[in-house]
């Protein structure tokens, strides 16, 4: 069983940055691959991006490439999203998840956390 709690979020302008965070209970967190996702209203949730459990590749959604930067420290079981040069189109409800099997796909991750609201005005 993991427990993860996201933090960092807020109301911020366009062109602003943001980094999230996502604390893990529990004693296995580096056995885990994490990804965060998002969800807007209405829409589905979404892939953002995605770390290997030893830090190995990094994966993005095209729509934040070059904007986010997804990290972890094992050491604190925490994983981060820095997210810069925030847009309109980037507001949504931030979840971070964990998976065995690495992967973009939501239906791969087992624990989710409550997740952060991140708005983003123009």
């Known amino acids: 069983q993991v427990q993860l709690v996201e933090s960092g979020g807020g109301l911020v302008q366009a062109g602003a940055s943001l980094r999230l965070s996502c604390a893990a209970s529990g004693r296995t967190f580096s056995s885990y691959h994490m990804g965060w996702f998002r969800q807007a209203p209405g829409k589905e949730r979404e892939f953002v991006a995605a770390?290997?459990?030893?830090?190995?590749?990094?994966v993005y959604a095209d729509s934040v490439k070059g904007r986010f930067t997804i990290s972890r420290d094992n050491a604190k079981n925490t994983v981060y999203l820095q997210m810069n040069n925030l847009k309109p189109e980037d507001t949504a409800v931030y979840y971070c998840a964990t998976t065995y099997d690495f992967s973009i796909n939501k239906q791969s991750y087992s624990y989710w956390g409550q997740g952060t609201q991140v708005t983003v005005s123009s």
């Open positions: 770390i290997t459990r030893s830090d190995t590749n990094r």
